[in-house]
């Protein structure tokens, strides 16, 4: 089987995973009652979100351009921040085989940066961006901790924050792995992008702006969501904000849906659910969310 073939098939199967994501969803939700109060959302807070969107991806590919330069020479600002909301946009509208992170590298590597460059600084970026919100899921425990008596939901949300760190820390690691252990073709790379993790990370000089962009990017997602749920009336504060609204964008990072869809939606009833929130209420802020960095990406279509 070739590379092709096994590329469809893995987006046949997500597709698949998608359907049955979003068909789970709409069995437990009134889905009349979340599209009428999508149908009450104030155009200010439509604008306000995508803006807030579009602000991260300006933010991010800032982010990413200064991730690149710990391989090398850099792209000017001005590109990689076109070059990200490409990637945005592929990420969140087109439904491909390539993906958002795939149309970055090629188009990185076609404007002179190496492959290699290419690659591991897009999966750097990726690492830093998960790592913001791990520092806002750890920022919001005590909030979780006053507002949440239940000793599963408490332990589900410290597993969360221990999930993260220890993938943060084995990316840190893996230049400490003896080379036997690891498939000659890797070696080189994985090296080179844990040496770059591990430069990224444990100096100041390099992690105080990369982590604080990160966390930048992702409160300014959070902000969005904010914004959507407040437009459609909903009483949302703090406690769900930086606390829940983290958690869900960071497992919605697992890749096994489209875009995220589906996941995403059937995590925000759950989680907005912990506050009270109606579950058609809940879906009615996720599609928007959804489709507001659609709207955000469409500069990189």
Known sequence: ?????????????????????IWLVLRGVDFGAALDRMAGLSPSAAIMAVALLMLHCFVAGWRWRMIMRLFG?????????????????FNNALPSTIGGDGVRI??????????????????LDRVTGLTGLVILVA???????????????RLAFAAILLAGVAGVAAM????RIPERLVPARLRDPVHKLSEATHAAYLHPAV???????????????????????????LDVGLFESLVLVPAVILLSTVPVSIGGWGLREGLMVVALGLAGVPPDAALSVSILFGLAMIVAGLPGG
């Open 1 to 21: 089987m070739n590379d092709s073939a096994r590329k469809w098939i893995a987006f046949a199967i997500k597709a698949a995973i998608t359907v049955g994501l």
């Open 73 to 89: 020479p850099a792209l000017p600002l001005p590109t990689a921040i076109r070059l990200f909301f490409e990637g945005y946009f």
């Open 106 to 123: 090629y188009r990185a590597n076609r404007l002179g940066l190496p492959l290699a460059a290419s690659i591991n600084g897009v999966l």
């Open 139 to 153: 920022v919001g425990q005590p909030l979780l901790y006053a507002h949440v008596d239940d000793i599963s939901t």
């Open 172 to 175: 840190i690691l893996a230049r």
């Open 207 to 233: 992690s105080l702006p990369v982590l604080g962009l990160s966390v930048v990017v992702h409160g300014l997602i959070v902000a969005s969501v904010y914004v959507i749920a407040i437009g459609l009336g």
